[in-house]
């Protein structure tokens, strides 16, 4: 049960591709481009995953969080310059983590195919990985091909991004402006069971 609602969470999520980019996404991308892509990218992530069981939930808020501004364009990865303050720096994602997983997936795939893999496609594929770690094989396939943003700005993320204290109508509309349903505000919603919930996030009924 477990598996299946965090497949379903995944998909609503890989539909938030921003752009045309969705049409554009196909299986093994980069079968020509970098045929060992998909395998690094597991092999490394699992790796990190074996020595930190906390990650599953932290790559997938950060896949989250990436997807639900500007869609899966790992936007969320870029830092702010003096000018402007990137989605990173917004308050719902200083508390974002598993950076340094996309960054030495990002190194070695540099390595091995200089310019080939977009960090966007790194992210999905290291939400994926990262949750299928404890099954020991990917629980969902992963459409690749994306191609990474070159805006980032906080003042989206503040905008875009659901906050924990909002109510259901607002999160309604949220999602509803993301062309996302009530089924797949549950579904979403109910994925961050993996991970932890802190007791500021919460009131007494």
């Given at each position: 049960?477990?598996?299946?609602?965090?497949?379903?969470?995944?998909?609503?999520?890989?539909?938030?591709?921003?752009?045309?980019?969705?049409?554009?996404?196909?299986?093994?991308?980069?079968?020509?481009?970098?045929?060992?892509?998909?395998?690094?990218?597991?092999?490394?992530?699992?790796?990190?995953?074996?020595?930190?069981?906390?990650?599953?939930?932290?790559?997938?808020?950060?896949?989250?969080?990436?997807?639900?501004?500007?869609?899966?364009?790992?936007?969320?990865?870029?830092?702010?310059?003096?000018?402007?303050?990137?989605?990173?720096?917004?308050?719902?994602?200083?508390?974002?983590?598993?950076?340094?997983?996309?960054?030495?997936?990002?190194?070695?795939?540099?390595?091995?195919?200089?310019?080939?893999v977009s960090?966007?496609?790194?992210?999905?594929?290291?939400?994926?990985?990262?949750?299928?770690?404890?099954?020991?094989?990917?629980?969902?396939?992963?459409?690749?091909?994306?191609?990474?943003?070159?805006?980032?700005?906080?003042?989206?993320?503040?905008?875009?991004?659901?906050?924990?204290?909002?109510?259901?109508?607002?999160?309604?509309?949220?999602?509803?402006s993301k062309?996302?349903d009530v089924?797949?505000?549950?579904?979403?919603?109910?994925?961050?069971?993996?991970?932890?919930?802190?007791?500021?996030?919460?009131?007494?009924?």
């Amino acid at each position: 049960m477990k598996a299946t609602f965090l497949l379903l969470a995944c998909v609503v999520l890989l539909g938030l591709s921003s752009g045309g980019q969705a049409d554009e996404l196909k299986k093994h991308f980069y079968k020509k481009l970098c045929p060992q892509a998909e395998d690094m990218v597991q092999d490394l992530v699992w790796a990190s995953v074996k020595n930190n069981s906390a990650l599953p939930a932290k790559l997938l808020r950060l896949f989250f969080h990436d997807c639900f501004v500007r869609g899966c364009d790992a936007s969320v990865l870029l830092d702010s310059t003096a000018n402007i303050s990137a989605e990173k720096d917004a308050i719902p994602n200083r508390s974002l983590a598993g950076f340094e997983v996309i960054d030495q997936v990002k190194a070695a795939l540099e390595k091995a195919c200089p310019g080939r893999v977009s960090c966007a496609d790194i992210v999905a594929l290291a939400a994926r990985d990262s949750v299928s770690f404890q099954f020991q094989k990917p629980l969902w396939e992963v459409k690749t091909g994306r191609r990474d943003g070159n805006v980032s700005l906080a003042s989206e993320a503040l905008a875009d991004i659901p906050s924990p204290g909002a109510n259901f109508t607002r999160l309604v509309q949220q999602f509803a402006s993301k062309n996302l349903d009530v089924e797949d505000l549950v579904v979403l919603s109910g994925a961050h069971t993996i991970g932890v919930g802190h007791p500021t996030t919460y009131t007494p009924s």
